[in-house]
């Protein structure tokens, strides 16, 4: 098929929507709730003698009124104003692995035999859930090579966190838990590698990339590693695609100090079936099984961070776990030595579901497939972006391939032209795509831009997306201030930044709205 794909035009509707309690009406039902039977009534007793008065509501909630197809109206308008990934190629949200997770999966978690049990539920009913925890974790100790699995971190910074706590009693089980207090690093692992072992109490040591490779020097980890090493947390690839070949050479530097080794594999989607974190020798990882995995994420939901260790650090894993004793599922709480509770019940289990049933649906032979194809589009995107977009670059190894994604930086666009990414992310909305991901802080590349072309697009898709920014790209050259100005085709155009960072006129509650607004 031609790369000549044409770039769509666009214009989002614009609706002068209300929020939804503004268009209350006193009176209007939209539900009309069924009577109870009289045999339940009778069964149940009055609820006003049932429910204790000292918990009663003082008054009824103050919820909007309005009628079933006005609700409805409502939030299709709203829809209609928002660009979701059921619309737009949001190739642009790097790290993020937006993936199209097939709608099966959907189906499969909101079906009421699954959606409807109470984690407080008897283990006899409930060995279907217990069931598909256990079979994925013996999917994730095949990917990985780990030998024990948790799915009770709720996200990738909560898992690392766990990561860093059982770091900590492993070393202060083996007497050393005061002396080994160093973290060590490199500065473009994502942020939590840092963030959440000195959470924990751990001083965080971060190497730096060198000028040529981009990955840290082999001298600079000798230099700080010591007696007071706990342990090394390292992302890779990190965000910018580049796979470090010496970081066996690095763990293997580490466990001589005595420290452990933890991977982030958040970027696990150009890793399946090709690298394992057994054979690259760490002792802890952890995934994301939202991103890589199916779950669609957002607004920090529904988010699993799947925590897999080695067979020593087993027995540290929060509790509970999942154990078959041959007959049937149960959830383990008699573990003496493991760190505690890191989240209520189990996790968000919809995450695990969704997993589950996207390696059931793509085997084994799929998995390394996702990977193949992600990394093949990752560098068809990056030499047509590269040898077509004026003003971008992507920082060292220049002339190699990348792993699933690339870190661009626009540094030359905003040197020639004024326009810098933020321009840039707010006019490829004009063209009907949501912003993308810029680089998680500090900038180490300057106006850094982050796509990542997961396995689910296909070349034409890809090729629009490319040809969105070459002519972004051409405009900045021929009329700056058109970039500068966007967005123009959306339901909201240029905003000042005060407006939402100054809290006199950030409004985060119905009631501040309220508040606020009746003031002035």
Not at 14 to 40: C, H, M, V, Y
Not at 132 to 137: A, D, T, V
Not at 347 to 355: N, S
Request: a neutral charge; one cysteine or more; hydrophobic letters at 35%.
């Amino acid at each position: 098929m031609s790369k000549d794909v044409e770039v769509r035009d666009f214009h989002q509707a614009k609706w002068d929507e209300p929020i939804i309690f503004e268009l209350s009406t006193s009176g209007q039902r939209g539900i009309l709730f069924p009577e109870a039977d009289n045999e339940i009534k009778n069964k149940a007793g009055d609820i006003e003698k049932i429910v204790p008065k000292s918990i009663k509501r003082g008054r009824k909630p103050a919820l909007p009124e309005l009628a079933q197809p006005q609700v409805l109206r409502h939030f299709l308008r709203l829809s209609q104003e928002t660009l979701g990934q059921e619309l737009n190629i949001d190739i642009g949200l790097g790290t993020c692995t937006m993936k199209y997770s097939p709608k099966i999966n959907e189906q499969f978690v909101r079906n009421p035999k699954f959606s409807e049990l109470h984690p407080l539920q008897d283990e006899k009913t409930t060995q279907g859930t217990l069931e598909i925890i256990y079979k994925m974790e013996e999917f994730l100790k095949a990917i990985s090579g780990m030998d024990a699995f948790t799915f009770q971190p709720g996200g990738g910074a909560q898992a690392v966190f766990s990561n860093a706590s059982i770091l900590k009693a492993y070393h202060t089980d083996r007497g050393e838990g005061e002396q080994r207090n160093e973290i060590i690093t490199t500065i473009l692992s994502h942020p939590v590698n840092a963030a959440s072992p000195h959470t924990k109490g751990f001083k965080v040591i971060t190497l730096m990339p060198d000028e040529k490779t981009g990955y840290p020097s082999i001298e600079a980890l000798k230099a700080v590693v010591s007696e007071r090493t706990a342990g090394m947390f390292l992302t890779n690839p990190e965000d910018t695609g580049i796979f470090n070949p010496h970081v066996k050479e690095m763990v293997d530097i580490v466990h001589e100090a005595g420290g452990l080794c933890i991977a982030d594999i958040a970027d696990a989607n150009g890793l399946f079936g090709i690298s394992r974190s057994k054979e690259v020798g760490y002792d802890m990882c952890h995934y994301n099984l939202h991103k890589a995995f199916s779950s669609p994420h957002g607004s920090m939901g529904p988010c699993c961070g799947a925590q897999g260790v080695k067979d020593f650090l087993a027995k540290y894993l929060p509790v509970p776990v999942v154990k078959l004793n041959g007959k049937k599922y149960y959830l383990d709480y008699d573990r003496p030595d493991s760190i505690g509770k890191i989240r209520k019940f189990y996790g968000v289990i919809a995450a695990v579901l969704r997993a589950y049933s996207w390696i059931m649906a793509i085997g084994a032979d799929g998995l390394k497939e996702v990977s193949e194809l992600s990394i093949l589009n990752n560098n068809y995107l990056m030499k047509r972006l590269l040898s077509e977009v004026k003003g971008i670059s992507a920082p060292w190894v220049e002339g190699q391939f990348r792993m699933e994604q690339v870190r661009y930086s626009w540094e030359k666009l905003k040197e020639d032209t004024g326009v810098g990414t933020d321009d840039v992310d707010r006019r490829c909305s004009d063209y009907g795509l949501q912003g993308y991901f810029q680089s998680h802080h500090p900038w180490i590349i300057p106006e850094p831009f982050t796509p990542e072309p997961n396995e689910t697009y296909s070349k034409m898709e890809i090729d629009e997306y490319a040809n969105i920014f070459k002519k972004i790209s051409e405009e900045a050259y021929e009329n700056p201030e058109l970039v500068k100005t966007a967005p123009h085709n959306t339901p909201i155009s240029l905003i000042s930044k005060e407006a939402i960072t100054d809290p006199k006129d950030l409004i985060v509650t119905w009631r501040a709205y309220k508040r606020k607004r009746a003031s002035k």
